[in-house]
C-alpha cells in the first residue's frame, strides 16, 4: 500500500514516466506526429558577456506546438521521446532548424555569436551526428566552429563509446560543452580525459550564491579552473542582478539566465542583435 501511494505520489513530478497507459498513447501518437507534421520549434535564450553585458551567443531549446495544448516545454515531452528512441530525431530536426533560422539573419550580423544545441545520450552516441551537424552548420553559412553541442555528464561517464563520439565531433570542428555542470557525476578526472571545449555550471549553484558560501567557493573554483585549462564556462540560471553580481565576482565570464531573457522565439532573438548591451538594464552605477 505504502509502495502504492509512494507511486501515486510520483505522477505529479513526473508525468510522463508514469502516465497511464492510455494517455500515454495518445501522447505518443501526438508526439510522432508533432516530428512528423513540423510542430516542433525552437526557441532561442542569449548566453551574455557579463563583463560587457553584450551578446555572446543563443542557447536553442526545443518547444512542442500541440495544436490543443498550446506550446510546450521539453519537460513534457522530451522524457518519453527518450524512452521511445525518438530524441535523436528531435535533436537532428533541432539542428537544421536552428542553423536555418540563424543562417536567415545574415552572416555578417551574427559571425561572433556561438550557437548551443542540446544533445541528448542517444544523440551523442550516433555515429551520424558529426557529419549532420557539421552540414546542417555549412548549409546555413555557419562556420562549425560557433555551433556548440552541449552534452549531458552521464553521457561522458556512462559509455564507453563517449571518447570516439568526442574525438569524432572534434575532428568535424564542432564544440562541445558538458551542461549541468556538477549537477550529477562530474568529476575533474572526466575534464582531464575527455577533451570539451566549454562548461556550464548547473543553475542549482546560482540559485544558492546568495545565501551558501559553499556554492560562491564552488563557482569561483569551477571558474578558475575553466580559465586555467582554456574552457569557456557559463553560469545557467541567472535570475537576479545579485545572482549576476555573485556569479562576476567568482569570475565566471558568462551567463545565461531569466534575468536577461526567457528564451524567446527566433524573431525575437534576432531583434537582440541590435540591442548594445545589457548593461543599460542594469541598476545604476553597477556598469563596469
Ligand atoms: P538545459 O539545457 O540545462 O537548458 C536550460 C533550461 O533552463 C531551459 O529550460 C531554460 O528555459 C531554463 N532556464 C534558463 N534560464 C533560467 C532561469 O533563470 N531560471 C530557471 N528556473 N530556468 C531557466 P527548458 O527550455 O524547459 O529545457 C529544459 C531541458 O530540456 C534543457 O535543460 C535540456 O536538458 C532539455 N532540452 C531542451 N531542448 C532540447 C533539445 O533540443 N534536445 C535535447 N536533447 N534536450 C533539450
Ligand atoms: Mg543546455
Ligand atoms: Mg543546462
Ligand atoms: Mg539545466
Known amino acids: 500500500e505504502a509502495k ?51 551578446l555572446a ?3 536553442s531549446l526545443v518547444r512542442w506546438q500541440d495544436p490543443v495544448r498550446g506550446l510546450l516545454a521539453p519537460f513534457h515531452f522530451l522524457p518519453l521521446a527518450e524512452e521511445l528512441g525518438l530524441v535523436a530525431e528531435i535533436d537532428s530536426w533541432v539542428l537544421d532548424a536552428t542553423c536555418r533560422e540563424i543562417g536567415t539573419w545574415g552572416a555578417d550580423s551574427n559571425a561572433f ?11 551523442f552516441l550516433r555515429e551520424s551526428l558529426a557529419e549532420r551537424a557539421r552540414s546542417a552548420a555549412e548549409a546555413a553559412g555557419i562556420s562549425p566552429d560557433r555551433l556548440v553541442l552541449e552534452l ?11 571518447a570516439g563520439a568526442l574525438d569524432r565531433l572534434r575532428n568535424h570542428g564542432l564544440k562541445l560543452s558538458i551542461d549541468d555542470f556538477g549537477s550529477g557525476y562530474s568529476s575533474l578526472g572526466l575534464l582531464h580525459r ?18 551558501s558560501a559553499q556554492a ?9 579552473l575553466a580559465k586555467e585549462i582554456g574552457l569557456r564556462v557559463t553560469a545557467e540560471g541567472i535570475e537576479t542582478f545579485a545572482q549576476l553580481q555573485a556569479v562576476r565576482d567568482a569570475g565566471c565570464p558568462l551567463g545565461q539566465g531569466y534575468y536577461f531573457s526567457r528564451p524567446v522565439p527566433p524573431e525575437a532573438a534576432a531583434r537582440m542583435l541590435s540591442q548594445p548591451t545589457w548593461q543599460a538594464h542594469w541598476p545604476p552605477g553597477t556598469r563596469v
Open 57 to 59: 551567443g543563443f542557447e
Open 152 to 162: 549531458t555528464e552521464r553521457a561522458l561517464v556512462e559509455s564507453n563509446a563517449a
Open 4 to 54: 502504492r501511494q509512494g507511486r501515486g505520489r510520483s505522477v505529479a513530478f513526473e508525468p510522463s514516466f508514469h502516465i497511464q497507459a492510455a494517455a500515454r498513447f495518445s501522447l505518443e501518437r501526438d508526439l510522432r506526429r508533432a516530428i512528423a507534421e513540423d510542430e516542433l520549434r525552437v526557441h532561442f535564450q542569449p548566453i551574455v558577456d557579463l563583463a560587457s553585458g553584450e
Open 113 to 123: 555569436l556561438t550557437i548551443s544545441v542540446n544533445c541528448s545520450d542517444q544523440t
Open 194 to 211: 575527455l577533451p570539451v571545449d566549454a562548461l556550464k555550471i548547473d543553475r542549482s549553484f546560482v540559485s544558492d550564491l546568495e545565501n
Open 216 to 224: 560562491r567557493a564552488i563557482v569561483r573554483a569551477v571558474s578558475d
